[in-house]
């Protein structure tokens, strides 16, 4: 069964440092992967996404995430935060016409 | 730029009562899709549909959630006899044919079940 592992639910940065969020991934076959962003109450915003190719995929609003198969994992990054990237963060994969599995999510606090 | 719109955009009910979330998903998209999300909590797959079928459904959607495309433009997801525990935000997504494309989401209606 496929699976999204989030570790960190919450995470506080300084405006201006970078970040990182991490994300674990389990899927059977060669997954897609996403990061999409919410804010509160608002829908679900695609940040990126991996489907196959250059394992370094540049995102909106200047993300990026690095697919790493042997470590399983599609880690979420941005060299300087804004106090705008304050919002949730999902990881989740997928695979053609199936599902998207969401992973349980990761609050960003950005302080000044 | 097409977008996945959905109605009401917040509903609220009595529990018991039945309620119907109306999506009208990009125009030549195939694949559709409900999810739903509980107040802090994931978003989680309810069911997919292509074909006028269900293709895949998970443990949530039991026998009180139905699916449609009454008219080959809207996609609807029907709760016959709400519960409590049904309140959440169900998001409508939908694919076009080629696999390398993302589920687009629409933006979301918030159900209350009093």
């Known amino acids: 069964a496929q699976s999204v592992t989030q570790p960190d639910i919450h995470i506080t940065v300084s405006e201006g440092a970078s970040l990182e969020l991490r994300c674990n991934y389990s899927y059977g076959a060669t997954p897609y992967l996403f990061w999409y962003v919410q804010s509160p109450g608002q829908g679900l915003q695609l940040l990126l996404k991996y489907f196959s190719g250059d394992t370094l995929v540049q995102g909106i609003k200047g993300f990026e995430a690095e697919f790493k198969r042997s470590q399983s994992s599609f880690n979420l990054r941005k060299p300087s935060v804004h106090w705008s990237d304050a919002a949730e963060y999902f990881c989740?994969?997928?695979?053609?016409?199936?599902?998207?599995?969401f992973g349980t999510g990761t609050k960003l606090q950005v302080i000044p | 730029e097409p977008e996945v719109t959905q109605t009401p955009s917040h509903q609220v009910t009595q529990m018991g009562q039945e309620v119907i979330l109306r999506c009208v998903p990009i125009?030549?998209?195939?694949?559709f899709y409900w999810y739903r999300q509980i107040l802090g909590q994931k978003v989680e797959f309810l069911v997919s549909f292509y074909n006028n079928e269900i293709s895949e459904k998970s443990e949530i959607f039991d026998d009180q959630f139905s699916v449609e495309r009454p008219d080959g433009s809207n996609f609807t997801l029907k709760i016959r006899s709400t519960k409590l525990e049904d309140s959440a935000m169900y998001f409508c997504a939908s694919q076009p044919r080629s696999s390398y494309n993302e589920q687009f989401f629409g933006p979301g209606t918030r159900l209350t079940v009093l």
């Open positions: 989740a994969v997928g695979g053609g016409y199936q599902k998207v599995t």
């Open positions: 125009s030549n998209h195939l694949y």
